[in-house]
């Protein structure tokens, strides 16, 4: 080491010049491995994961709706993402459970105003009133090689719209959604499974 504000020699700039190299390698190695691990999922897998839907034995539902209903509409919603599952009707062959644990209806009033306005533009009418707004939403736990997860599909809606079909579709989309962003790790767990 010098003084500062003394020359640095040869040898000490060479040694720094490789110290910075060695980290930028360090760096950029460690950047490839992350980026190695973050690889994006394909746009349709090879084989298709087995998915099996059923009701837990004590699940509650809210509303006019069975439970049967439920589970036959999540089901549909699921088969409807043929792209990435295939429904199985056995239990011990299918990769995926998915088990639903409560439905539930939801009804609020919330105010609304509604401005009319005349024909000929000369008045503007304000109109106060309520709307019911209904909320359905499933709760499902679901499992799958190596995992254990919580999923919520739940849709909010004027009552007219409000529809069970939503929130199983969101149920749906959060299970796709689950295994796009684990595709790799769910693959490596397959793998094992079936290549012990």
């Not at 640095?8 to 060695?22: N, Q, T």
């Not at 459970?97 to 919330?110: G, K, S, T, Y």
């Not at 969101?170 to 796709?176: F, G, K």
Request: proline share 4%; charged share 30%.
């Amino acid at each position: 080491m010098c003084a500062e504000g003394a020359p640095i020699s040869r040898g000490e700039e060479v040694m720094k010049i490789s110290f910075v190299a060695s980290a930028l390698t360090l760096l950029l190695s460690h950047a490839a491995a992350g980026q190695e691990t973050r690889r994006e999922p394909p746009d349709k897998p090879a084989e298709r994961f087995t998915v099996f839907t059923y009701a837990a034995d004590n699940a509650e539902t809210g509303g006019k709706v069975t439970i049967k209903k439920v589970t036959d509409e999540v089901r549909k919603r699921i088969k409807d993402r043929n792209k990435w599952f295939v429904m199985s009707p056995d239990r011990e062959k299918a990769e995926i459970a998915v088990e639903i644990l409560a439905h539930r209806v939801n009804a609020q009033l919330m105010p609304t105003v509604e401005r009319r306005v005349s024909f000929d533009g000369s008045s503007v009418e304000l109109i106060e009133r309520d709307e019911l707004i209904e909320q359905h939403s499933i709760d499902a736990k679901v499992q799958g090689p190596g995992f254990v997860s919580s999923m919520t599909g739940a849709r909010q809606r004027r009552r007219e719209a409000g529809k069970l079909k939503d929130a199983a579709s969101e149920l749906a989309s959060e299970l796709e959604n689950y295994v796009k962003a684990h595709y790799w790790e769910l693959m490596a767990r397959r793998s094992k499974i079936s290549n012990p």
